[in-house]
Antibody, heavy 120, light 107 residues
Framework: EVQLLESGGALVQPGGSLRLSCAASGFTFSTYGMSWVRQAPGKGLEWVSA????????FYAESVKGRFTITRDNSQNILNLQMNSLRDDDTAVYFCAKQEYRSGGHLDYWGQGTLVTVSS | DIQMTQSPSTLSASVGDRVTITCRAS??????LAWYQQKPGKAPKVLIY???SLQGGAPSRFSGSGSGTEFTLTISSLQPDDFATYYC?????????FGQGTNLEIK
């Protein structure tokens, strides 16, 4: 059974940093692309970032480019999202999701999400 | 970025109704479109991928159609468990983008 478990969400001040992690199990993690998707309170879904299976290509939404960094550790089956220079509008539940293929595809499995609150 | 526009934003319907949700892309995405269902406080679940392929485990009353820029999600006979928010998403190219969502309410 595929399982994705996010952690690291917290209350952080504007301008601060936070690192989210997603522990994956139940599939061969190293052979699938992974994404982060967020949802601000009461709002819709926003794709944030993706990384291909080998970790050598990454992609970002314009809203987070230059501030967020996605990485993965295929030896530990862990996906990470380093978030710097956080702003109020980064407040959201952050979901990690498995992609259908090595370098893309739809999001076929999702974690339960972790809440990031940016506020002074 | 490719923009995805869903309609309607809210849909009121009754159990047993046939309902259709539309999603339009700002440029051709071939068939690289998925539909997700989300219930309050829960993660989204994929229902349809590649515009018309039913995800394993999704009920057969859900179907998808379209290609290029126009897509539809149809629920053939609404069940109580279907009242939720639905999102389309393109994965033709990064940045992936979602529609704004359709809230399916009980009439």
């Amino acid at each position: 059974e595929v399982q994705l478990l996010e952690s690291g969400g917290a209350l952080v001040q504007p301008g601060g940093s936070l690192r989210l992690s997603c522990a994956a199990s139940g599939f061969t993690f190293s052979t699938y692309g992974m994404s982060w998707v967020r949802q601000a309170p009461g709002k819709g879904l926003e794709w944030v970032s993706a990384i291909v299976s080998g970790g050598d290509s990454t992609f970002y939404a314009e809203s987070v480019k230059g501030r967020f960094t996605i990485t993965r550790d295929n030896s530990q089956n862990i996906l990470n999202l380093q978030m710097n220079s956080l702003r109020d509008d980064d407040t959201a539940v952050y979901f990690c999701a498995k992609q259908e293929y090595r370098s893309g595809g739809h999001l076929d499995y999702w974690g339960q999400g972790t809440l990031v609150t940016v506020s002074s | 970025d490719i923009q995805m526009t869903q309609s309607p934003s809210t849909l009121s319907a009754s159990v047993g109704d046939r309902v259709t949700i539309t999603c339009r892309a700002s440029q051709s995405i071939n068939s690289y479109l998925a539909w997700y269902q989300q219930k309050p406080g829960k993660a989204p679940k994929v229902l349809i991928y590649q515009a018309s392929s039913l995800q394993g485990g999704a009920p057969s009353r859900f179907s998808g159609s379209g290609s290029g820029t126009e897509f539809t999600l149809t629920i053939s006979s609404l069940q109580p468990d279907d009242f939720a928010t639905y999102y389309c998403q393109q994965y033709q190219s990064y940045s992936y983008t979602f529609g704004q969502g359709t809230n399916l309410e009980i009439k």
